[in-house]
């Protein structure tokens, strides 16, 4: 079905409770719902906004389109967890409402200030001919939980040399200052990073364009910048598009990775840095945003989806999740990324085994499962290729390996259900020169993360298999390997 602008951007007061419990209804029945990743009841979820410790509690926002699975009038919904684990959904967190932000509360984040939670976030607006008009906003959540839009923009103009594709403002403090970088696309269509400065979140001034070392061609828009240090290093993290594919790199319609290193120069505004790196090496993921919570650990979620890509959910009137949270480290210079320590909090039964693989597949008996965790160990390997197949079934796998001729993780999902935008293919690799392998992999319903070796690189990817599609198998071919399994049902 074609929807309509109309359709996109009708407000929910124009639509009756009797649609919205269809709707339900028609998401309820979904074989795909996922079990222990944050999704929305209906229609469809991007980005996560607004991530931050205040309180004593985790707030996370996500933007959503509540009345199906399509892009339109974005809000952002309102979730909350004390462990980053068990999440409870409060309700609507920022509703568009005004004329700053009419066609969507677009993304942004959040910062602690005098005891309040302040976001800033993108007010998107179109006018009659359709033009996009951005308005940088401002909200204000108190203790009590509810969250107060200011009447006026805290920055009503695009500023010269850009073009309306100006949003999505990620706040940090240094000192007495407030900073806030605001991704930008240039007037020759390139995209870049600008910096705003303020002393009260209020009033903002503009600083100019961040110089980076990625030139002056990077792609046509970077959507979602962010900012952080770590480690005493500087990270600066953004979502690029119109990156072309090159070898394994930059395989999904759009990319999100950062850059590393020395702390950014405030006052020329300017980042010393080394290569572009994708942060998740998978089919599903975009939009990330991070936070630093009151233990100091640096954490980040991302959107498990794409934009402009067809999700078989699609069907039942809802779309996409988030990633579960992951903690980052710095090592050799690039991040490390590993499922927060509370994910533990989920494990439940387990089983274990250690096998001698050679030239066979085994399936692990007592693995069986729709959701759980799986720690596979591959040691003593003297194999061409070796790894894991979940959610076997009759025509169906999910396949992560290890090729060890051409020292490349591979991630395949063109066995693993129904198929979809396998215009992008239906593989994944990317090179990790290493002689142990570890695959910590989260499988939910529909959907798979797999951190490799302690989180050197991440692979995430939603996946639509029959319900009866359980089986785990451990293989080995051209050799033989050693594999320690631990699986644990989730709780
Ligand atoms: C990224 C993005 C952001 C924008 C938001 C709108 O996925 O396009 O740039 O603020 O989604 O939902």
Redesign the pocket.
């Known amino acids: 079905m074609e929807w309509t602008k109309e359709q996109r951007y009708r407000t929910l007061n124009d639509v009756s409770e009797e649609e919205i419990q269809g709707l339900a209804k028609l998401v309820s029945q979904c074989p795909w719902r996922q079990s222990f990743h944050i999704q929305a009841e209906t229609g469809l979820l991007?980005?996560p906004n607004g991530f931050s410790y205040f309180n004593g509690e985790y707030h996370l926002f996500y933007?959503w389109f509540p009345l199906g699975p399509v892009?339109g009038l974005?809000h952002w919904y309102h979730t909350k967890s004390k462990d980053l684990v068990h999440w409870e959904n409060v309700g609507m967190g920022i509703k568009p409402s005004n004329e700053f932000d009419s066609h969507?509360a677009?993304?942004g984040s959040g910062i602690e200030h005098d005891g309040k939670l302040y976001f800033m976030y993108?007010g998107n607006t179109r006018d009659e001919d359709w033009n996009r008009h951005p308005y940088q906003c401002l909200a204000v959540m108190t203790r009590d939980g509810s969250i107060v839009k200011m009447d006026a923009p805290v920055i009503g103009e695009v500023p010269s040399g850009y073009t309306d594709h100006f949003?999505?403002p990620k706040v940090w403090k240094n000192g007495d200052f407030f900073y806030a970088v605001i991704?930008a696309q240039r007037e020759n269509e390139t995209g870049s990073v600008v910096l705003y400065q303020s002393r009260d979140l209020k009033d903002w001034k503009f600083m100019g364009e961040v110089k980076t070392g990625l030139g002056e061609e990077f792609g046509y828009m970077w959507?979602?910048p962010d900012y952080f240090e770590i480690e005493g290093q500087g990270v600066f993290l953004f979502?690029p598009q119109g990156l072309k594919a090159v070898g394994d790199s930059y395989q999904n319609i759009y990319q999100s990775g950062y850059v590393i290193g020395s702390l950014i120069d405030l006052e020329n505004m300017e980042l010393k840095h080394g290569a572009f790196h994708e942060l998740d090496r998978g089919f599903d993921f975009?939009?990330p945003q991070t936070t630093v919570d009151h233990q100091g650990r640096r954490i980040l979620v991302g959107?498990m989806g794409l934009?402009e890509v067809d999700y078989p959910t699609d069907r039942n009137g809802w779309a996409h999740c988030l990633t579960l949270p992951r903690e980052l480290t710095v090592k050799e210079g690039k991040l490390i990324q590993q499922p927060v320590d509370e994910l533990k909090l989920l494990r439940g039964k387990k089983v274990e085994t250690s096998q001698r693989v050679e030239n066979e597949a085994i399936c692990l008996d007592n693995f069986e499962g729709e959701v759980y965790e799986l720690l596979a160990e591959f040691s003593d390997s003297n194999t061409e290729e070796f790894g894991l197949e979940l959610r076997v079934g009759e025509n169906e796998k999910t396949v992560i390996k290890y090729d060890a001729v051409a020292k490349k993780v591979v991630f395949d999902r063109s066995r693993s259900g129904e198929s979809f935008a396998e215009e992008f293919g239906t593989v994944r690799k990317c090179t990790l020169d290493a002689d142990k392998i570890s695959f910590r992999v989260f499988v939910d319903v529909s959907s798979v993360e797999v951190f490799v070796n302690d989180g050197e690189e991440v692979f995430t990817g939603r996946i639509f298999p029959g319900k009866n599609s359980n089986g785990i198998s451990v293989f080995a071919r051209g050799g033989h390997t050693n594999v320690k399994a631990v699986k644990w049902e989730i709780k």
Do not use: L, V
Request: charged share 25%; net charge negative.
């Open positions: 991007n980005d933007q892009h974005k969507g677009y993304s993108t949003r999505d991704g959507e979602c979502s975009y939009a959107w934009p």
